[in-house]
């Protein structure tokens, strides 16, 4: 008897074992809302194509466009980048070289926060915000006019002085007063000046009052923080952030929306380290993701808006892990590209879905399925057949004959079986058949397969021969 077994899905985690856990590591799922089921094919995610090489082994720490051009801190150095990827490293220097900064313009000057210092670019160069008043930054954001910082440790929010970021007056702060937690992050989404605190978030809007132009909102008060001070972001008018309580919301009317799955927040909540999680959101081939990143735990989730699903990213040098998270460090559009920076070499890459390696090192992709068990009975599985996007493979080198690899669990994943691989067809062979015969017999299996090879990656359906 041939069944379509469920192979095609998201990820989720079930325990710090990673037993009883179905993976989706480097591909994601893609729907078509006219077909039963609507989740029709797992296709391999973009690829990691050099755009510019600063020449510094060190940690990009953010982007944005100001002028035409990218202006990326890079270490402890600010770099101007022009469309054809021509750098320039502006002179002054930031007073620290690691972890994630801030970067916002207000039309004039590019401002730079690094949770302990405040810095503007104007004219390319780079000064150091003396002002006696600035206070000790959190987070930055900007708003009509103003930047707006959120003052460490303390509950208080501040404003610059109008479209001039080198002057802060002593009174134009106010204080996030729903609960008394202290400030965090703070964000523009749809002009309305988002404050997230330890336990609470509160939402302003700009009333244009004299003496201090942010108001809150009636109904902008709920009692749900933040978590990592990087992880909230704006997106097709959509605010996503990882929260207080370890879980993955996005806002609704106000409201947060949990879209992380049980599952995945108890694995986040085994976590040591989630204070440094950093994201970012971009929409490519109809998706929007949102990508999270835990640096000091070494992972990244990856939330798809079109499906509602989760899947894993990584990185791999020289066929292993390097440190188990995805390469971008945070992300910036520019000229129609999407750009992330490098978490340690210096590099600024293109997400590209036509590229299927990440700089020149391998893309290793991974699809762990659910259980396949019939009441406890012993299943007989005479072959498995893979439907992939075929005749994809390469005219030389690698992947000119792509293969992949099938191993299976009888217990749980605490044990899995040898490797046994297979052709996925050469270049034009569109008719190729991927199956395995002869695959024994379980009371419970869970099939897992993995590929390296550079090439073109859709994974339609799987459907076993079973007794």
Not at 335 to 345: C, E, S
Request: net charge negative; glycine share 8%; proline share 3%.
């Amino acid at each position: 008897m041939k069944i379509q077994i469920p192979f095609i899905g998201g990820a989720y985690k079930a325990d710090s074992l990673n037993i009883n856990a179905q993976e989706c590591i480097n591909l994601y799922p893609v729907v078509d809302a006219q077909q039963e089921p609507a989740v029709v094919a797992l296709v391999g995610i973009p690829g990691c194509k050099q755009w510019v090489d600063i020449g510094v082994s060190v940690e990009i720490r953010g982007m944005i466009e100001f002028d035409g051009y990218i202006y990326a801190v890079c270490g402890d150095t600010v770099y101007k980048i022009s469309s054809s990827g021509a750098k320039t490293a502006l002179s002054t220097t930031l007073d620290t070289s690691t972890g994630p900064v801030w970067m916002e313009h207000n039309g004039l000057e590019v401002m730079i926060t690094d949770d302990t210092y405040g810095y503007l670019v104007n004219s390319d160069v780079v000064s150091k915000i003396t002002d006696a008043d600035f206070p000790t930054p959190s987070s930055l954001t900007y708003q009509d006019g103003y930047f707006i910082v959120t003052e460490k440790d303390t509950g208080r929010y501040w404003l610059s002085a109008l479209l001039d970021g080198s002057s802060w007056n002593a009174l134009d702060y106010t204080t996030s007063e729903g609960l008394p937690d202290d400030a965090v992050s703070c964000l523009m989404a749809n002009r309305e000046l988002w404050n997230f605190g330890e336990i609470s978030t509160e939402i302003y809007y700009n009333s244009g009052a004299s003496d201090f132009p942010f108001e809150r909102l009636p109904n902008g008060f709920f009692k749900t923080g933040i978590g990592a001070a990087h992880s909230a972001v704006n997106m097709d008018n959509s605010v996503f952030w990882f929260t207080d309580k370890r879980q993955v919301v996005v806002a609704s009317n106000y409201s947060p929306v949990i879209i992380s799955t049980p599952q995945i927040d108890a694995h986040f909540s085994r976590m040591s380290t989630v204070s440094d999680a950093i994201g970012f959101a971009y929409t490519q081939m109809g998706h929007t993701f949102y990508q999270l990143t835990f640096p000091t735990e070494g992972e990244t989730w990856v939330y798809d808006a079109a499906t509602r699903l989760w899947h894993q990213r990584k990185s791999y040098k020289s066929g292993s892990v390097t440190d188990g998270r995805h390469r971008a460090n945070c992300y910036f559009r520019f000229n129609g590209k999407h750009l992330v920076g490098d978490y340690n070499n210096g590099k600024i890459y293109e997400l590209d879905p036509d590229t299927y390696e990440d700089n020149g090192e391998v893309k290793r992709w991974k699809r762990t399925c659910q259980y396949i068990q019939k009441n406890g009975e012993r299943v007989f599985f005479a072959n498995l057949q893979l439907f992939f996007e075929s005749g994809v493979g390469l005219v030389t080198g690698q992947g000119d004959d792509p293969e992949v690899m099938l191993k299976w669990s009888d217990d749980g994943g605490h044990t899995w079986s040898n490797e046994h691989w297979a052709n996925i067809g050469a270049i034009g062979e569109y008719g190729h058949r991927t199956i395995w015969r002869r695959l024994g017999k379980s009371r419970s299996r869970t099939f897992s397969i993995e590929g390296t090879d550079p090439v073109k990656t859709v994974i339609i359906k799987a459907v076993a021969d079973i007794s």
